[in-house]
């Protein structure tokens, strides 16, 4: 819902190295205050190993997806179709918890949910103990952190922009606010039956976008400050010749040999 213009603000404000053509295949912005197409259900953290219930406190009231209720280490899920594996994950996401420990997962890519012990997928992770946003891969009840980015300035009690790309090679480029965030290649997961989010009570989750194209082009590398152009090169070699030559033919002119 606030960055509801965030997808469209990208492709117009960031031509260059960022062309943007989406083609979408699902999206949800939740403006009419339900989560229809929606599975809900909790997870009890705490047994060993984590068990799914029933039960899951998730609303779409405010207009957003959000987690409304809970204990400590309870997992409200709400889990939606999708089985785009190359392509462009657009979503806001509302950060908060319960004195900066609470910890939520935005699962973009999921062939099984987890956490399970056929659980494979990969996820967005915001981590409040260490204050960062994770990409992380689930298998089983396992997950293994692929790249990590922690703001300055924190991420809590604010609403952030995540984008996501993964090409045919397993590439992935993730970016927070605009900014490039993450960039890892992982190609052990290569199908996808859900998208879910997963949250003790607080945050929110709005304006997700799924398309089966790269929307957002990476940033070209930095320049090597130590690289030379070749047409540089060639200038410069070819005013050397021509100062040799002048000092040569200058010096015979003065009578030296």
Request: hydrophobic share 40%; net charge negative.
């Amino acid at each position: 819902m606030v960055f509801v213009g965030a997808v469209l603000l990208l492709c117009s404000t960031m031509l260059g190295p960022f062309p943007c053509s989406a083609d979408e295949v699902w999206s949800d912005d939740f403006d009419d205050g339900n989560f229809d197409g929606w599975t809900v259900f909790g997870l009890d953290a705490a047994s060993e190993p984590p068990r799914r219930v029933d039960v899951g406190f998730i609303s779409a009231a405010d207009n957003t997806l959000r987690a409304t209720g809970g204990g400590m280490s309870y997992f409200s899920i709400a889990s939606h179709p999708s089985s785009v594996t190359i392509g462009t994950w657009s979503f806001d996401v509302y950060v908060t918890g319960r004195s900066g420990m609470s910890k939520t997962f935005v699962g973009f890519m999921n062939a099984a949910l987890p956490p399970s012990e056929s659980a494979l997928g990969y996820d967005i992770g915001i981590d409040l103990p260490l204050f960062r946003f994770v990409l992380l891969k689930w298998v089983g009840y396992d997950y293994y952190e692929l790249g990590e980015y922690a703001p300055e300035g924190g991420i809590t009690d604010k609403w952030w922009h995540i984008d996501v790309t993964r090409d045919a090679d397993g590439h992935f480029y993730v970016y927070a606010n605009g900014t490039l965030a993450m960039e890892v290649v992982d190609t052990e997961v290569t199908t996808s039956e859900y998208f879910r989010f997963a949250s003790e009570s607080g945050p929110a989750l709005d304006n997700i976008i799924v398309s089966d194209t790269i929307d957002i082009e990476p940033p070209p590398p930095p320049e090597d400050p130590f690289y030379i152009q070749p047409w540089f090169l060639a200038a410069a070699s070819a005013a050397v010749v021509l100062v040799i030559g002048t000092v040569w033919m200058r010096r015979r002119e003065i009578g030296f040999s």
